[in-house]
C-alpha cells in the first residue's frame, strides 16, 4: 500500500476522454438491458473505476454508480474531509460519502426506478454491499457484467497507450539501477530504484526478484536482506496515473554477462511483434504468461492476446546455466496485427 | 515455518479446538490482510486471497493469478498454494471437500458475495469475533515486531524531517522516505501527508504541490516489521513556528496525553476517544471531533495498520491487556489548519508502554 503521487492531469487525462469511456459504457448497458452498472474499487481493484473516472484509492473502498447518460455517482467509505481530494481527482457527477454504501446505492437505485443492475465482478464484491443495498431496495434484479465491462475496455485510447509509455519509461529507467556494478545487497539497489521510481512520479511499484536463477526460476516479493547471485532477475510492476506495466530484466555479472544481455534486448526487438512465442537462441522456454488489464484488476492472466490492448509479457527461458526471465510490456494493434513497443 | 508465525499458528488452532471449529476460512489483500496473514503468513500483494485452515493445520492458499502464486509458493512451502482466475468458485470446490465439518468465514464485513452463507451449499458461520479475539491481544513475539516497527517509524520520521525543505514536491518527499523504508527492510509501508496552511483540511496522497516556508507538513509513517505495523504522526513547521501554530498545537498535545492519561487494560475505547475530545470541548474545539473534520481518534494496530478497535466514542470494545494502539487526536483547526499528533502504544494492566523516541512536539526545521 505504498501510494506514491496520485493526481489527475488533465493534460494527461482529458476529461473528454473519460467522457467517451463513460458514453462507451452507457451504450453497452443499453444492449444488455441495465438500469445501472456498479463497479467497486478498492485499493488492490482500482482499474475500472479508474478507467471511467480517472479515481484511484489510496485507502477504503467505493461503488461508482453508472445511470444512462448520466455523470457517475462515487460513494465512497471515505469521512467527508476527503471529499475535496476525491473531487480534485475524480470526474464524476457526485461524491457520496458514506459508511454504508449498499444503503446509498439502494435509495439511489430505487429513486432512479432501476430493475436490472449490473455490477462488475458480482461474486467479489463484498457481500455486505449487495445484502445492504437488497434491504434498502427489495426485489432488484442483480446480474454480473463483468463480461460487459470487459467489451467496452478496449482497444485502448491514446491516453492509456500514452499514460503506459510513460509507466513503462519510468520502470525502465528504475531498473538499469539493478544492473551488475554495484555490491550486490539487494535492499540497497531496490531502495535505489524505489526512489527513482518515485521521484518520476510514480502511483505504485512492486518490486519482484529471483536472486539466483541457477537455482529457482521464482519471484519473490523481497522481504528482508538477501544478495543476488551471478545471474539474478528483477522485475517492475510500475503505475502510473492508473496504468500499470511489468518490465523485468536478467542480469548476469560474470564477464560473459553483458553480451548475453545485449542479445536478448536485441532478441526482444525482433520477436516482440510475436510476443516471444519462440525462445532466443541458445534457450527453451520454461513459460510464458500474458496479462492485461480487463477488470477491476491493474494486471491479470489472460490465456491469449487482446486486440486492442496494452499486454504485459512475462517469458521464462532455460539454458544450461539456469534460468533467463523477461518482462515486457507491449500495445496490440485493435486489428490483430503484430505487437508493438511501448518504449 | 518461521517462530512467529508458528507462535500464532498454535494459538490459532488451539482457539479452534477450544471452540470446536473444523475449518477457518479467511480473506484478505493488500489493503486488508490482516484476517488472512494471521491464518496463513501470507501477505498478498496483488489481487484477493482466500486462506483454508484445517483443525490439523493444513493451510491451503488460494491467490489470484500465477504471479501472486509464485509469490506465495516462495514465501510459505509450507502452505498449499493454488493459482485461479475464479477466487470463489475455487474456494468452494475447496469447501465441497470440507463435508460436514462446522466452518467458519471472516472478516464478514468484506467476504466475498459468492462466499457469503445463502450462496455456499453448506453451512458457516461467522468467525470475524473468533479471529479478532487472536488479533487483538499481542503474543510477545508480535509485541516485539511492533517495537522494532516503531523503531523503524522513528528512523523514518528523521529523513522525512531532514527532506521536507521549501521548493520539495510532496511526491518527491515520499520518495525518500519510501527509498528509506525499502533499504531499512519494511515490505509495507501507508502514509499520508498534508502540505500547507489554514487551507489544509486532512493529508492525502502525495500531490504536485511543492512545500513552503511557514507550511505545516503533516504526515503519518507506517513502516512493517514481520507483518506487524507501527504508526508515528507528526507535524513539522517548514521554518520558525508562529505562535498561533505553537499555541494550536497545545491543544493536540494536551488531547493525546489525555487519551494515553486514561489507557490501561480494561477502559473502552469510547473512554480514550471522550478523554481526548474533552479537551477539543473544553477550548470550544468540540466539532473539530466530529466525521466532517476527522475519522478516529486512534486505532488498533497489528497485521493491519487500522485495525479494531476504532478509538471512537460510540465504540465499546474494550481494550485487553496487549492491545497495541495510536492514540491521535489528528483534526483540523480552524487558526492554522490540520495538525497531527499520534505515538503506538501497548496497553498493559497498569497503563500503557510506547516505544517511539521521537519528541512529542510541534517541529520544526528550524530547530
Given amino acids: ?343 | 515455518m518461521n517462530a512467529i508465525h508458528k507462535e500464532r499458528r498454535d494459538r490459532l488452532l488451539a482457539a479452534m479446538k477450544a471452540e470446536e471449529i473444523d475449518v477457518v476460512l479467511s480473506w484478505g489483500n493488500a489493503w486488508q490482510g490482516d484476517y488472512l496473514r494471521y491464518v496463513s503468513d501470507y501477505s498478498v500483494l496483488e489481487g484477493d486471497g482466500i486462506a483454508i485452515v484445517l483443525s490439523d493445520g493444513e493451510t491451503r492458499l488460494i491467490v489470484e493469478g500465477e504471479t501472486e502464486a509464485e509469490r506465495a509458493r516462495a514465501k510459505c512451502p509450507d502452505v498449499i498454494v493454488e493459482a485461479t482466475d475464479d477466487l470463489v468458485e475455487s474456494a468452494r470446490a475447496v469447501l465441497k471437500q470440507m463435508g460436514n465439518r462446522r466452518l467458519v468465514t471472516a472478516p464478514a464485513v468484506y467476504l466475498p458475495f459468492g462466499l457469503a452463507p445463502e450462496n455456499l451449499d453448506r453451512p458457516a458461520e461467522d468467525g470475524t469475533a473468533f479471529l479478532d479475539k487472536l488479533l487483538m491481544t499481542k503474543t510477545p513475539a508480535e509485541i516485539d515486531a511492533m517495537r522494532r516497527a516503531t523503531k523503524m517509524a522513528d528512523e523514518g520520521y528523521q529523513v522525512f524531517r531532514d527532506a521536507a525543505r521549501v521548493g520539495v514536491a510532496e511526491y518527491e518527499l515520499v520518495a525518500e522516505i519510501e527509498g528509506y523504508f525499502r533499504a531499512a527492510g519494511s515490505p509495507e509501508n501507508f502514509m499520508i501527508i498534508g502540505t500547507g496552511g489554514q487551507e489544509v483540511r486532512g493529508m492525502h496522497p502525495a500531490g504536485e504541490r511543492r512545500v513552503q516556508e511557514g507550511d505545516l507538513v503533516t504526515t503519518e509513517l507506517s513502516p512493517c516489521v514481520d507483518g506487524y505495523f507501527s504508526q508515528i504522526c507528526r507535524t513539522l513547521v517548514i521554518g520558525e513556528p508562529r505562535q498561533a501554530q505553537i499555541d494550536a498545537f497545545q491543544v493536540y498535545i494536551d488531547a493525546m496525553n489525555a487519551g494515553f492519561g486514561v489507557l490501561k487494560a480494561g477502559v473502552t475505547a469510547s473512554e480514550v476517544a471522550k478523554a481526548e475530545n474533552d479537551v477539543f470541548r473544553e477550548r470550544g474545539l468540540g466539532e473539530y471531533c466530529t466525521s466532517e473534520y476527522t475519522r478516529v481518534r486512534g486505532h488498533g494496530l497489528g497485521l493491519f495498520l487500522d485495525t479494531k478497535p476504532h478509538i471512537l466514542e460510540d465504540v465499546d470494545t474494550v481494550l485487553e491487556d496487549g492491545a497495541f494502539c495510536i492514540v491521535h487526536p489528528n483534526t483540523y483547526h480552524p487558526e492554522v489548519g490540520y495538525m497531527v499528533l499520534g505515538d503506538a502504544a501497548l496497553v498493559t494492566k497498569d497503563g500503557y508502554q510506547t516505544f517511539s523516541n521521537t519528541p512529542c512536539e510541534l517541529l520544526s526545521t528550524a530547530g
Fill in chain 1, 1 to 343: 500500500m505504498r501510494r506514491g503521487l496520485l493526481s489527475w492531469s488533465e493534460e494527461e487525462v482529458p476529461r473528454s476522454i473519460l467522457d467517451a469511456r463513460q458514453t462507451k459504457c452507457f451504450a453497452a448497458m443499453a444492449d444488455n438491458n441495465l438500469d445501472a452498472l456498479l463497479v467497486y474499487t478498492n485499493f488492490p481493484r482500482p482499474s475500472a473505476v479508474s478507467f471511467l473516472t480517472n479515481f484511484v484509492p489510496y485507502w477504503s473502498q467505493g461503488v461508482l454508480l453508472v445511470l444512462p447518460g448520466q455523470a457517475p455517482v462515487f460513494t465512497v467509505s471515505l469521512s467527508k474531509r476527503v471529499a475535496n481530494w476525491i473531487e480534485e481527482t475524480a470526474h464524476v457527477g457526485e461524491i457520496a460519502s458514506t459508511p454504508n454504501p449498499g444503503k446509498e446505492l439502494g435509495a439511489r437505485l430505487a429513486a432512479a426506478g432501476a430493475k436490472r443492475v449490473g455490477v462488475l465482478e458480482l461474486n467479489k464484491l463484498p457481500g455486505t454491499i449487495i445484502h445492504n443495498l437488497r434491504d434498502e431496495m427489495g426485489g432488484i434484479d442483480i446480474v454480473d457484467a463483468t463480461a460487459m465491462y470487459a467489451s467496452i475496455r478496449h482497444p485502448a485510447d491514446e491516453t492509456e497507450i500514452m499514460l503506459s509509455r510513460r509507466a513503462t519509461e519510468i520502470a525502465l529507467t528504475a531498473l538499469a539501477l539493478a544492473r551488475p556494478g554495484k555490491e550486490p545487497v539487494t535492499a540497497s539497489i531496490l531502495s535505489d530504484i524505489e526512489r527513482s521510481a518515485r521521484m518520476q512520479g510514480c502511483e505504485e511499484i512492486l518490486i519482484d526478484i529471483a536472486e539466483d536463477l541457477c537455482a529457482s526460476p521464482a519471484y519473490r516479493r523481497l522481504d528482508g536482506e538477501s544478495k543476488f547471485a551471478n545471474r539474478y532477475a528483477v522485475r517492475l510492476s510500475v503505475a502510473y496515473k492508473g496504468h500499470w506495466v511489468r518490465v523485468g530484466r536478467t542480469f548476469e555479472q560474470d564477464n560473459g554477462g553483458m553480451d548475453r544481455m545485449a542479445a536478448v534486448e536485441a532478441y526482444l526487438s525482433d520477436a516482440l511483434p510475436t510476443l516471444c512465442e519462440a525462445p532466443p537462441d541458445g534457450f527453451a522456454t520454461h513459460d510464458r504468461v500474458l496479462e492485461a488489464c480487463i477488470g477491476s484488476a491493474p494486471l491479470q492472466t489472460v490465456p491469449g492476446q487482446i486486440n486492442g490492448a496494452v499486454m504485459n509479457l512475462t517469458a521464462r527461458w532455460r539454458d544450461e546455466a539456469g534460468y533467463w526471465l523477461i518482462s515486457e510490456p507491449a500495445i496490440i494493434p485493435a486489428d490483430g496485427g503484430p505487437a508493438e513497443t511501448l518504449r
